[in-house]
């Protein structure tokens, strides 16, 4: 079965500091999307990055790089110089090819920054 | 950009009423998906709808849920006797090609 886990429930960090948001998923198939979602204080779910399981190069955009490994089954998220801005709840999520391509999301990371 | 859109932002109900979710998909879009989240916790998969039927459904998707695309453009949810545990947030997405588009959501309070 697809599984998705998030084991840091919440993270504080001082702004500048950087972050790491860890992501383990578990799938049967060889064909796969992973995600990662911001979903701040106003509660609406915000797309930040979507990676094939064909594709592990790492992505930077910004502050944000993602790091996927197919060999530990994680797609880590960091964020670098980090910023009060950045503070909400970050959703890990993992959609199988050959399911009805529903998004399984982990129980998400609550990221504070503080000043 | 295009948008998924959904009424009423937030909507309070009292326990036993029926409630319709309502949500306008990307037009070009052709699978669409509710899902739930309670306060604090996790976004769960409730439904997904392609070629005007469900796909699949979830457990949490029993008999007095159910969902339909009555005009070729909306896509709603109706919850037919709301529970207080029902509320929460509810948010439509659609999807084409692994590109997933969620709507800003629909909080539901039932008291």
């Known amino acids: 079965a697809q599984k998705v886990t998030q084991a840091q429930t919440e993270i504080s960090v001082v702004e500048k500091e950087d972050v790491t948001l860890d992501c383990v998923y578990e799938?049967?198939?060889?064909?796969?999307?992973l995600f990662w979602y911001k979903q701040p204080p106003s509660g609406e779910l915000v797309f930040l990055i979507r990676?094939?399981?064909?594709?592990?190069q790492n992505e930077i955009s910004g502050r944000y790089s993602w790091n996927f490994q197919k060999s530990t089954s994680s797609f880590n998220f960091t964020i670098t110089a980090s910023q009060v801005v950045d503070s909400a709840v970050y959703f890990c999520?993992?959609?199988?090819?050959?399911?009805?391509?529903?998004?399984?999301f982990g129980t998400g990371t609550r990221l504070q920054v503080f000043p | 950009e295009p948008e998924v859109t959904q009424t009423p932002s937030h909507q309070v109900t009292q326990m036993g009423q029926e409630v319709i979710l309502r949500c306008v998909p990307i037009?070009?879009?052709?699978?669409f998906y509710w899902y739930r989240q309670i306060l604090g916790q996790k976004v769960e998969f409730l439904v997904s709808?392609?070629?005007?039927?469900?796909?699949?459904k979830s457990e949490i998707f029993d008999d007095q849920f159910s969902v339909e695309r009555p005009d070729g453009s909306n896509f709603t949810l109706k919850i037919r006797s709301t529970k207080l545990e029902d509320s929460a947030m509810y948010f439509c997405?659609?999807?084409?090609?692994?590109?997933?588009?969620f709507g800003s959501g629909t909080r539901l309070t039932v008291v």
């Open positions: 709808f392609y070629n005007n039927e469900i796909s699949e």
């Open positions: 037009s070009n879009h052709l699978y």
């Open positions: 997405a659609s999807m084409q090609n692994y590109g997933y588009t």
């Open positions: 990676r094939n399981s064909f594709d592990e």
């Open positions: 999520a993992l959609s199988e090819s050959y399911n009805t391509d529903k998004l399984i």
């Open positions: 799938t049967r198939d060889t064909t796969y999307y």
